[in-house]
């Protein structure tokens, strides 16, 4: 007689503890909400999140904070997921916060930091309780300090010392009136893991992942897309290459790398040998001090 292995692969080990906490979270929390970029950790999430919940329809909203310098092709992938899927789209605009005089455009601080204080005037207005969030502890070390309930407090912040212990994965979800929480089912993902799931559930992505001609020019040791929303500054060349984007985000601030990875196949071959995380590698936001993810996360950010 033939023995059955029912032991999970570690993908399969991984799904299941995420489709676990997001039924545990939507059980939980009144009013929850999932925070959706267009990029690959986020358009993970949907898929986990139609998994949960299948056949049924994802029983919570999706919400985008635009910053108004978004990847076209990013924008569209989300309207295709959103179609498909018959989700309820809730878009936080960085320039209707600025009009809105919700947050203050000084000509100084990057859209991308102007992302916080639009998030928190959205979940308050909204009346949000949990926000899920596609954070992987691999990351950045901001990240790696978070548990997969991140409390946060009644303006909006995190105190990395101040988070709950999840022992045996019990997770505590108590908030106060104006607190809520931020949910990370893909705490324990790493970016290889979200690249193998890619090429298991053939899902689509922005084209931008995948190896492409652009238009790019350097700065401060990385490569960004030309753009009327990004002008060459001084002595800044432009220069058609051969790149692929490993994240997505502000494209004034999101960079690229020169690839010739054009498949699934190619770019999880890439990402094994790599050994910088893709934000250490192309997301300036990061670079502007040693805690800058920690600082913007304590302010209310992703």
Avoid at 64 to 73: H, I, K, L, R, S
Avoid at 128 to 149: H, I, N, Q
Avoid at 150 to 168: A, T
Wanted: proline share 4%; hydrophobic share 35%.
């Amino acid at each position: 007689m033939t023995a059955v292995d029912y032991r999970l692969s570690q993908l399969d080990e991984l799904e299941a503890e995420s489709i676990h906490i997001f039924r545990e979270a939507a059980a939980e929390f009144e009013r929850p909400v999932l925070m959706f970029s267009g990029g690959k950790d986020s358009i993970t999430m949907l898929r986990l999140a139609e998994k949960a919940f299948y056949p049924a329809r994802i029983p919570f909203p999706v919400l985008q904070v635009a910053t108004g310098y978004d990847f076209p092709e990013v924008v569209a992938t989300r309207d295709r997921w959103v179609d498909r899927l018959g989700l309820r789209l809730h878009i936080a605009s960085v320039e209707q916060a600025i009009a809105d005089g919700v947050v203050i455009d000084d000509g100084k601080t990057p859209r991308n930091r102007l992302q916080i204080g639009t998030l928190l005037h959205a979940i308050e207005e909204q009346g949000y309780t949990a926000a899920f969030g596609g954070a992987r502890r691999d990351e950045e070390k901001a990240r790696a300090k978070e548990r997969v309930y991140s409390h946060r407090d009644e303006f909006g912040g995190w105190d990395p010392r101040n988070q709950r212990p999840e022992l045996w994965s019990l997770y505590n979800g108590r908030i106060h009136a104006g607190e809520h929480m931020r949910i990370f089912p893909l705490s324990n993902w790493t970016e290889l893991d979200i690249w193998d799931y890619i090429a298991q559930e053939e899902m689509d992505i922005p084209s931008i992942y995948y190896a492409h001609r652009r238009r790019v020019f350097e700065r401060d040791g990385m490569l960004f897309t030309e753009s009327e929303f990004n002008p060459c500054r001084e002595g800044e060349v432009v220069t058609e290459r051969m790149v692929r984007f490993r994240t997505v985000g502000d494209l004034t601030l999101t960079g690229c790398l020169e690839s010739e990875a054009d498949t699934v196949e190619k770019i999880i071959e890439e990402v094994s040998a790599s050994r910088i995380t893709e934000r250490g590698a192309t997301r300036g936001d990061d670079k502007f001090s040693e805690a800058a993810m920690e600082d913007r996360k304590k302010e209310g950010y992703f």
